[in-house]
């Protein structure tokens, strides 16, 4: 039987079909974001569309990374650790509309009154 598995390099992006109800809890919902914001014309790895202004995020954390002092800090109930993270569009990670909705318009994410 032949392998159907495609090859994945690094950086590339897979997508899995996974099951989840909710959202994790505890993500900081970041933003509107400002002009000038260092991460405006990132990408968000869940849709691909850029950050721009206007925009809200969040940060879903991934671990501690190498760092062994973080390791041992995460292992730790209740501890803060320097970590790893990735910064996402908040309704690409909740699923709440957000400015990311409407695409990568500079001129509508500035229209869009906070907290939609």
């Known amino acids: 039987m ?7 390099g690094e950086g590339d992006i897979v997508l ?10 505890g993500l900081p919902k970041i933003g509107p974001k400002p002009e000038g914001h260092p991460t405006i014309g990132g990408l968000c790895l869940m849709c691909g569309e850029q ?9 879903v954390p991934l671990g ?17 650790y320097n970590g790893i993270g990735m910064e ?10 957000d400015v990311s909705d409407a695409g990568p318009s500079i001129e ?3 229209k869009v009154p906070p907290g939609l």
């Open 64 to 80: 501690p990374g190498s760092d062994l002092q973080a390791r041992k800090l995460a292992r730790a109930e209740k501890q803060p």
């Open 88 to 97: 996402l569009h908040w309704g690409c990670t909740t699923g709440e509309p």
């Open 16 to 25: 899995m079909p996974v099951v989840v109800t909710g959202r994790l809890p």
């Open 2 to 8: 032949e392998n159907d598995m495609q090859q994945v």
């Open 108 to 110: 509508i994410a500035q």
């Open 51 to 59: 950050f721009v202004v206007g925009c809200y995020t969040t940060m």
